[in-house]
Every structure is written in structure tokens, then in C-alpha cells.
């Protein structure tokens, strides 16, 4: 196994904290908490560390925007 095995590919987004997330949502982290126990919003778990896939993120962004204000109706 070489070094550079050991990177992961540079097309690779870095995950996001909860603050970090909150922070791209304009919200809590409290409400990003809510949404991933929730399951609105997916996220990876290492062991007592939980990161949020920027692509997840981007997706339920894209989510609130088809459904509006208060969903689909």
C-alpha cells in the first residue's frame, strides 16, 4: 500500500460538523441535530463523531426548494 492510498481521492468533499452545516443552513445546531435524529437529513457516524456529506446537504437543499414552504400540497 502506497502513501498516496492512504488520502482519499481529491474529488472527495470534506465532511461538515454540525456547527459547519448550521452554519451553510443559517440554523442551529440543534436544529441540523433535529433533522439528522429525525432522518430529514442523512450523516455519517464515527463512532461518537457525526459529519454531514456536503452532497447530503446540497440534496436537502434541493429538497426544501421543490417542496416550498411547508411541503408539497
Request: charge should be positive.
Amino acid at each position: 500500500m502506497n502513501a498516496a492510498s492512504n488520502h482519499p481521492p481529491a474529488c472527495v468533499d470534506p465532511l461538515l460538523t454540525y456547527r459547519q452545516a448550521a452554519k451553510v443552513l443559517g440554523v442551529t445546531e440543534r436544529t441540523v441535530w433535529t433533522l439528522v435524529h429525525d432522518g430529514a437529513l442523512p450523516a455519517v457516524r464515527f463512532g461518537r463523531s457525526v459529519r454531514i456529506d456536503p452532497a447530503d446537504l446540497r440534496a436537502f437543499i434541493e429538497r426544501g426548494k421543490r417542496g416550498g414552504i411547508g411541503g408539497e400540497r
